[in-house]
């Protein structure tokens, strides 16, 4: 089995990649002031992880005293933001189960980056909202699956009532919010599957296959054409 590297949900990883790093690489703000949207704090009861506490201990001898390591509760979120996403993956790919399936809101994401990085994440919610999206009202569902022995991930970024193609096309200015030491990725038009797909290439020279239906934008890696064909295929 082999597990590729995860190149797909861009969006996602605008998010992930900045929050991880504490937002040490903070982007240049667009000088076009947008509105901002306040994204309220989100308190989410179930799948918290407890609080974790250590007892006491003594220090050795000639120091003195001893303390105890604060409890800390880890984030949770909500992974079921979106069922009527989660009911347009697909069941198999290629005759093998879709497995891990899971959808966010993808305000929670935010909210978390803006409580480090406020000057980030508004630039993700200033580049989001000049396609049209309200990140409020966006959701992200991710899925695995395995094809020629491959272990994929399926990632899909649901923006309701906006076409996906929007989306697709900020693709590029996500991606320098993410990484602003990257050159900009290349995006080609192709046929794939039956299907009009973006070939998105950064600039390692990984490819991620970007599939926008409707209001929804489908995105994956794949070893070659042949295996995202058979991806292509099982989506709607």
Request: glycine share 6%; aromatic share 6%.
């Amino acid at each position: 089995m082999h597990k590729l590297p995860v190149r797909s949900g861009l969006i996602l990883a605008a998010v992930f990649a900045v929050a991880a790093c504490g937002g040490s690489s903070t982007p240049t703000a667009p000088p076009v002031t947008v509105p901002s949207i306040a994204i309220p704090s989100i308190a989410i009861p179930s799948f918290a992880i407890p609080s974790i506490a250590f007892p006491s201990f003594a220090l050795p001898s000639g120091l003195g005293g001893s303390f105890v390591i604060p409890s800390f509760v880890i984030p949770s979120f909500n992974t079921n933001a979106d069922p009527a996403l989660a009911a347009m993956f697909p069941q198999t790919i290629g005759g093998e189960p879709v497995t891990s399936l899971q959808t966010y809101s993808y305000a929670e994401f935010l909210a978390l980056l803006a409580s480090g990085d406020p000057t980030t994440a508004q630039a993700i919610q200033s580049t989001l909202t000049s396609a049209g999206a309200d990140p409020t009202t966006l959701t992200l569902g991710t899925a695995d699956a395995m094809v020629n022995n491959d272990d994929l991930n399926i990632s899909a970024v649901h923006t309701p009532g906006v076409d996906a193609t929007k989306i697709l096309s900020i693709f590029p200015q996500l991606q320098q919010v993410s990484n602003p030491e990257a050159s900009p990725p290349t995006v080609e038009q192709e046929s794939i599957g039956g299907k009009s797909v973006a070939k998105v290439t950064d600039s390692t020279g990984g490819v991620t296959y970007a599939y926008p239906k409707n209001d929804v934008l489908w995105t994956f890696s794949a070893s070659d054409d042949t295996e995202a064909a058979t991806v292509l295929q099982a989506l709607p």
